[in-house]
């Protein structure tokens, strides 16, 4: 489903990714670990186009985006690929339920049918609840569950995860764990996670790790 091909980013005299290789099937957790410094973030902010590579292809399907033009890739993305992040970026002002419909809006998409879906991944996360919440009255776990949910409102091909479970206790990164299992055994989504937690990573379908800017 996505391809990475020789895989190059430097920033000023440090180069960072130094040749990597990837590919993603759909259906499939792929775990990345490694030292602080490896290129982890990078290379998910590569892969998920919010960064240019220096050199290298990259390709979603038969499509490459590495040839894209900045507001057809920012398209693109918007369309076929979520992010979750350690900080989960909610907007503050904005209920759980807006928050999630936000790509959907951006998309162009029906008001009406983003706001059923973001319903729905709501009621599917076990969040509903929380749908006239603001993310200050939430826990961290209810405001990442959002976060996935908003990640998920386009149907993306791929979710880029970078330290997800890095601001919960115990007890929520194991149902955030959960959750990405059962993402993926029910709706055939496809995850990359960047995390520094071993159990996590344990549950991946392909745990791969990063040393130097290379993967080992």
Do not use: W
């Amino acid at each position: 489903m996505v391809s990475a091909t020789n895989i190059h980013k430097s920033f000023g005299d440090v180069e960072v990714l130094k040749g990597v290789d990837l590919e993603v099937h759909a259906g499939e957790i792929v775990s990345i670990r490694g030292t602080s410094g490896a290129g982890k973030t990078t290379l998910l902010q590569v892969l998920g186009t919010l960064d240019r590579m220096d050199k290298g292809e990259l390709r979603y399907g038969e499509t490459r985006l590495d040839a894209m033009k900045d507001k057809e890739l920012s398209q693109f993305r918007n369309l076929h690929i979520g992010f979750v992040f350690q900080f989960h970026h909610l907007l503050p002002e904005f209920t759980a339920l807006e928050n999630v419909c936000m790509p959907g809006f951006i998309a162009g998409r029906p008001d009406a049918e983003v706001r059923k879906r973001a319903a729905e991944l709501l009621e599917i996360l076990n969040i509903q609840h929380r749908a006239d919440h603001k993310p200050s009255q939430m826990s961290g776990g209810e405001q990442q569950r959002v976060a996935v949910a908003r990640a998920l409102i386009n149907n993306p091909d791929l979710v880029f995860a970078d330290e997800p479970t890095g601001n919960l206790d115990s007890v929520h990164a194991a149902e955030m764990h959960q959750l990405f299992l059962r993402l993926r055994d029910e709706f055939n989504q496809s995850f990359v996670i960047v995390t520094h937690n071993l159990e996590l990573a344990q549950l991946a379908d392909r745990k791969l790790e990063m040393k130097d800017g290379k993967m080992l």
